[in-house]
């Protein structure tokens, strides 16, 4: 993936062998020859994996005293490691020149486009360094984010766009501290904007990615979300007829449902008054597709111990029990969609099996 912008004159953007241990553990297992000893590990990363895989080997009652040749192994294994992370900060610092860089004037056609592969080149090898966590944090403390946020989500080039989006969530993937800097930048007013507006699916389903990554147990993300209207946004997304975009966003509005119930009825507005079931249920009347099951999912996350979604549900005019009984007869021989054939069946039981509204409200 970072050969593709090899061929800038400024940056050689081909992955060298210090990096590959970055999202794969340093592969500190390996025997080295005949020595004996493993291959020393390329990255802090990789000395870590060492050292779990050695405290879980069967210890040899009793120690014997550590002898010269594995102390002097034991050094260069350090050193190794700790010189491999030092150069993929190197490589990190020499993509962030590479960005930092003006926007070339317009000239010909063939500048720019080596310009922006230059560009494109440098997040991407940038998105494979920072797979690896120590390295997305010292991204982040060489300002990486800010140039990302600021300039590379409003790129004029899509190619910069959806990268510069990728690179967001693969940073803020489980890393509450970069995920606190993101959202303090603004950037998810940005990726909310390319995720309704952007003419490029790709950007958008990046867009999409990042978003997940920065609002999915981070309370504070999930915050911003409500207030920017982002359930609104993400209705809009499943409508799309991109069928990535729509299975995605479906499966995170799913998941904030269910992580969240609490947010069905908070204020400015519930997500029943903002047609949220009548929407759904829109959805689910379309031609079959595997991302009815996440529709479905968060119908049924709407309806859980939630009044005004099962009365929503009960409107004669949607004909929703109709319809799914009908889709229950349909998956009863499909084993691939057991999972929408339980939704179905837990819809069913929840609106159409249970007692009146009247007791439903006691």
Not at 356 to 362: F, L
Request: charged share 20%; hydrophobic share 40%.
């Amino acid at each position: 993936m970072a050969d593709e912008g090899s061929s800038g004159s400024r940056l050689p953007l081909a992955l060298p062998p210090a990096s590959q241990g970055c999202s794969s553990g340093g592969g500190g297992g390996s025997s080295a020859g005949g020595s004996g000893n493993p291959r020393p590990p390329r990255n802090l990363q990789g000395l870590l994996q060492m050292a779990i895989t050695a405290g879980s080997e069967e210890p040899d009652p009793p120690p014997e005293p550590m002898s010269e040749e594995r102390r002097q192994w034991l050094q260069e294994a350090m050193s190794a490691a700790f010189r491999g992370q030092r150069e993929e900060v190197e490589q990190m610092k020499s993509c962030l020149r590479v960005l930092s860089q003006p926007m070339p004037p317009v000239t010909g056609e063939a500048e720019l486009a080596a310009d922006q592969q230059e560009r494109e080149g440098a997040l991407e090898l940038l998105a494979d360094l920072c797979e690896n966590m120590d390295n997305a944090a010292d991204f982040c403390q060489l300002s990486g984010m800010h140039l990302l946020v600021g300039r590379y989500l409003e790129a004029g080039a899509a190619g910069l766009r959806w990268r510069a989006a990728q690179l967001i969530g693969t940073c803020s993937q489980n890393v509450a501290a970069i995920q606190e800097q993101v959202l303090g930048l603004g950037a998810l007013r940005k990726l909310l904007r390319l995720l309704d507006r952007d003419a490029c699916d790709t950007v958008r389903v990046k867009a999409l990615f990042a978003i997940s990554c920065l609002v999915r147990e981070q309370e504070a993300g999930l915050l911003q979300f409500l207030r920017l209207d982002g359930f609104s946004v993400l209705m809009r997304a499943m409508q799309q007829q991109v069928q990535k975009l729509k299975v995605k966003s479906a499966f995170l509005l799913q998941n904030l449902l269910v992580g969240h119930p609490e947010h069905k009825a908070l204020p400015p507005g519930t997500l029943c008054s903002m047609g949220m079931v009548q929407q759904l249920v829109a959805l689910v009347r379309t031609e079959h597709s595997p991302f009815h099951e996440h529709v479905l999912g968060a119908l049924c996350s709407l309806v859980t111990d939630f009044p005004q979604g099962v009365r929503e549900c009960r409107e004669p005019e949607l004909g929703l029990e109709e319809l799914l009984r009908h889709r229950c007869q349909l998956l009863q021989q499909h084993e691939e969609y057991q999972e929408e054939l339980e939704f179905c069946e837990k819809l069913l039981q929840t609106c159409f099996s249970s007692p009146t509204d009247d007791s439903m409200d006691r």
